[in-house]
């Protein structure tokens, strides 16, 4: 990438991030129907500002402090992390992406995935890491990917996905509404777990 195209990158995330500061101004709130929060993080990534990146994150969290993401914005943080050297939280983004999407991450890496035979919370997971993987081979880099071959292979991450696909197999054939409801605290402790980590 040539300093002119870095630097209209520059530009391009100067302008999103007024548009949001304008639209709280004016507002007091945020509808970014665009997605404007996403595409920021995105654009940092794409001329490796990884400092940008988790500084943009930390304004992200605190504006957007129920927004879950999604997997690519979590691939985006994982790999942020893993450039700055801060490896703990690399790995509880990287977590984080598998708990997003539990495909994701073997198609990263070129692997043959078959589909696991669980709950889908309404979405065809296979299907949308397909779709997005080509967005995120661009922003992963051979360090990031060469770490995460390795990392899939721990007990460290394999545990909590493990955990994860288990509790999602159980949920997607249970009709009892009450026993549904504790897989899904399950399913959701799992996850928070994983974020507060650090804490």
Known sequence: MTEKQIEKIKLS???HRAALTAEKRKYGGFDD???????ISDLYMQIEDYQGAITYKK??????????????????????????????????????????NVYLHGLLLDR?????????HGYDLLGFAKSMIKDC????????????TSF????????PI???????????YENNREKKSELIDCI???ENTNKNRKK
Not at 33 to 39: A, D, E, N, T
Not at 73 to 83: D, Q, V
Not at 112 to 120: A, P, T
Not at 162 to 172: C, G, Q, S, T
């Open 33 to 39: 129907s665009v997605g404007r929060r996403y595409y």
């Open 152 to 159: 899939i292979d721990t007990d460290e991450y394999k545990q």
């Open 13 to 15: 995330i100067k302008k």
């Open 59 to 100: 304004w992200f969290d605190k504006n957007f402090p129920d927004d879950i993401g999604g997997p690519l914005l979590s691939l985006n943080w994982s790999i942020a992390y893993f450039g700055l050297g801060q490896l703990i939280d690399a790995k509880i983004y990287t977590i984080d992406t598998a708990f997003q």
């Open 112 to 120: 043959e995935i078959s589909r696991i035979d669980m709950y889908e």
């Open 188 to 190: 959701s402790e799992l």
């Open 137 to 148: 081979k661009k922003v992963s880099t051979r360090p990031y990917l060469d770490w995460l």
């Open 162 to 172: 493990n955990r994860y696909i288990a509790l999602n197999k159980l949920l997607k």
